[in-house]
């Protein structure tokens, strides 16, 4: 109720005050939410004591293991989900999204035999063509730095046989904060200068051959090199990211930095190594993909629904155990808590275990275009994605009156778990970091429950270091509890969210999910 303040004399004003507090109280008393206290006390106790998430951990990270999309082990961890919640007594199904181009890992081996014998480490790329059963032994060669695409088109008989070095030799193999600590300010301001003229100087490398970082290794196995080795060092001791190949008959090898600049040496300075490598992946043609959905049905309202949400898949270069794998965990505990002390959800909760985050958001994508009659009365959806750390802010993504609610729904948790939560109001809309953004962008309710960092950018982010060992329990019991305790208060609220957005906020635009991926490698 607005009242112009050049339209009201004093005595009119006096008049119409009790009115506008009695309107104001009135609003603040309909909204009200009290919770049942014994849920919560129940939901707390029950995770504090008797938590599952470490079982959980172990038979998805460590008997499971990477959920690369479009692998056995993807669909192994789809149907080990669905039986998981069976056991809870909770509904569960696979719900086919779309297929994707099917790869399987196998033995890899990865062996400098001259000068000198080493094994060396390295993880075959995503997606890379095998060798069979053969091993494949040949000198190394670095990309050279030549004038133009002529000159490298003149040099390129010369790779074959060859595995060819395709990334820049990094000049220190020790993160920046490790520097910070202990060297010079003269020392740390040269080492970066020379890295960033180095990086410089490598990119330039690549333009100057006519392709790009995606086309040149193609151009390279055409010309007959007999593999292609990477170093995509994620900037902390030990810890490369593993991402995809675009050869489509050699392999693609992603050499530890320690390995990687040693044979990067030997070579520059005319002790030409030689590798002996083996790798046994191989293609499984096209593959139905799925998105795992839970459910509890609501007994009041059961065509509204509340979410949790996480994606399933993972890159492969670990285990994908901070991206996702505790994002996933901490839904499915949070579900579980919600079933023992909360079976009667006045609204449908629902977990939202996605598919080929990783390539898209093409699981999550995929469902909000198939399931407009959930999207339209979503209560409110919570995703969690960005590491094992303890949940610390929460946006209102850009929806006006999202404080109202959420503010609502996080007062109801315990000071531990709310007092660390930093909340942005109303906030803007995510465009795509996770699988909540796919919600956000056709207008609903979906907010990010964003966690702590424990240096997930460089050492488990896609790495080769994602693995169960860097999973903080104590964090994910409180995280598990929060978002029992937000899916509970966001059932129960007697009011339907509000999905207004906030007036001049740049809004996403919805992207098509890719039904039918991988299928050419190159792309």
Known sequence: MKIPHHHLHLNNWRKVMPAVLGLVLCSSISFAQTPNKAIIDAIVKEETDNSQLEKLAHELFDGIGPRLVGTPQMKQANEWAVAKYKSWDIDARNEKWGEWRGWERGIS???????????????????????????????????????????????????????????????????????????????????????????????????????????????LENAGAAGILTNTWSAGFGVDKIFSAYTKTVPTVDIALEDYTLLYRLTEGGTIPKLSIHTESKELGVVPTFNTIAEIKGSEKPDEYVMLSAHFDSWDGGTGATDNGTGTLTMMEAVRLIKKFYPHPKRTILVGHWGSEEEGLNGSRAFVEDHPEIVKNLQALFNQDNGTGRVVNLSGQGFAESKDYLSRWLAAAPDTLKNRIKTNFPGTPGGGGSDFASFVAVGAPGFSLSSLNWSYGSYTWHTNRDTYDKVIFDDLRNNAMLAAIMAYMASEDPAKTSTVKTEGVKWPIPVKAIRRGGMDPVK
């Open 109 to 219: 081996h990865i062996d400098m035999v001259y000068p000198r014998v080493k094994s060396m480490e390295g993880t075959q790329l995503a997606w890379s063509p095998g060798m069979g059963k053969k091993t494949v032994t040949a000198e190394v060669i670095i990309l050279p730095d030549l004038a133009d695409s002529a000159a490298y088109a003149a040099w390129m008989p010369s790779v074959k046989g060859k595995f060819v070095m395709v990334s820049m030799n990094q000049p220190t193999g020790r993160p920046d904060y490790n520097w910070q600590e202990f060297a010079t300010k003269e020392s740390f301001d040269k080492m970066k200068a020379e890295r960033t003229a180095m990086t410089d100087a490598w990119k330039k490398r690549i333009t100057k051959t006519g392709y790009t970082a995606k086309t040149l290794p193609v151009a």
